[in-house]
């Protein structure tokens, strides 16, 4: 392990920092009132943040030519972008969850940032979680193949399976919540919670925020060992994982509007998470250890934008149907008030 923990603490305390004072400005003054977030602003903020992530690499480049020499030094950063590639590519799967969720909660436009700012800030707390445990894992040279077999498994199941219901109210988590706390289907401004009577009461925008984290936990179990088959710097994992999600918001209001039209990206994903598991059981072996990074970099890309521009010029015959008999959250209110 070229960056250890030990040594380098002081990185990931100043990175944090960093990604927290981006947060900060994020909602406390960009995002301070609720608003429609509009195309062209999601665009200039999702350049924002992939800019911010270049940077970083070219930083980070530099310095590890200067620590390592010329050789490692390219590596790391080749590494770095190939694992910011494959988190990025793996978030429009997010984004599908996204737009079936707000949906079916009937969340107003003007609160969905609201609602994915706190996921977002959730998602990076779980994702610090996960490398840390992966880390650890990955220590035992066995686990590498049952990371590898995992992905592959994910990515052959992705590949065959049909669009799936997103049915909240069958989720363990907010059935289990709901015996805690009653829920109510009235939106109540920006707010998570309601008072009523004297009853504190979950608002829709609280479900679907305990729903998209949920859900974010699930993509992580597949995210996190696929940028592991990249690099077995957690480092690199950590920095890379956290730039993709902090860019996730703006390319969903980018995208939301059209992400239905990108029907083959999840074939596109599902050959990514076989190929990198792949990597993991027998590419690195097969290649003396260590599969060219540019090729992983060339092969990730090439297939998430081919599945792309497939999408585009072998249009779906229908539209998808992203929410069936949207309840939003009426059922969950009644079963609440039902126990």
């Excluded at 995002?31 to 930083?59: I, M, P, Q, Y």
């Excluded at 992580?220 to 993709?244: C, G, Q, R, Y």
Aim: charged share 15%.
């Amino acid at each position: 392990m070229l960056f250890p923990f030990a040594e380098y603490w002081w990185f990931y305390a100043a990175f944090l920092l960093f990604v927290l004072f981006m947060l900060a400005l994020d909602l406390g003054v960009f995002n301070r009132k609720a608003h429609v977030v509009s195309f062209k602003e999601a665009a200039v903020w999702s350049a924002v943040w992939v800019t911010l992530a270049l940077t970083f690499c070219v930083g980070f480049y530099y310095y590890s030519v200067g620590k390592f020499g010329t050789e490692i030094g390219a590596t790391l950063a080749l590494e770095f972008l190939t694992g910011y590639v494959i988190e990025y590519s793996l978030s429009i799967d997010n984004i599908f969850v996204f737009v079936l969720v707000f949906s079916y909660f009937g969340i107003p436009p003007k609160y969905k940032h609201r609602v994915l700012f706190y996921g977002i800030l959730g998602a990076l707390i779980f994702r610090a979680i996960f490398i840390a445990l992966g880390s650890a894992l990955m220590q035992f040279h066995w686990i590498i193949y049952v990371f590898g077999a995992f992905l592959i498994i994910t990515g052959i199941k992705m590949f065959f399976s049909g669009t799936e219901e997103i049915e909240p109210e069958k989720n363990f988590m907010i059935r289990t919540f709901k015996k805690f706390m009653p829920v109510t289907h009235e939106i109540n401004g920006k707010d998570f919670f309601l008072r009523k009577e004297g009853v504190l009461y979950a608002t829709p925008l609280f479900i679907a925020l305990l729903f998209l984290e949920m859900t974010d936990i699930i993509f992580a179990v597949d995210s996190v060992p696929a940028i592991f088959a990249i690099t077995k710097e957690p480092l690199i994992v950590f920095t890379s994982n956290i730039f993709a999600i902090l860019g996730l918001r703006s390319m969903y209001f980018m995208l939301a509007g059209v992400i239905h039209k990108f029907h083959l990206i999840r074939y596109g994903l599902a050959i990514v998470l076989v190929f990198v598991g792949l990597k993991m059981v027998w590419l690195n072996d097969a290649f003396g250890g260590k599969f060219p990074v540019t090729w992983s970099l060339a092969i990730i890309g090439g297939t998430i934008g081919t599945s792309i521009v497939a999408s585009l010029i072998f249009p779906a015959k229908e539209p998808a149907n992203l929410v069936s008999s949207p309840p939003h959250a009426e059922e969950l209110s009644e079963s609440s008030e039902e126990r």
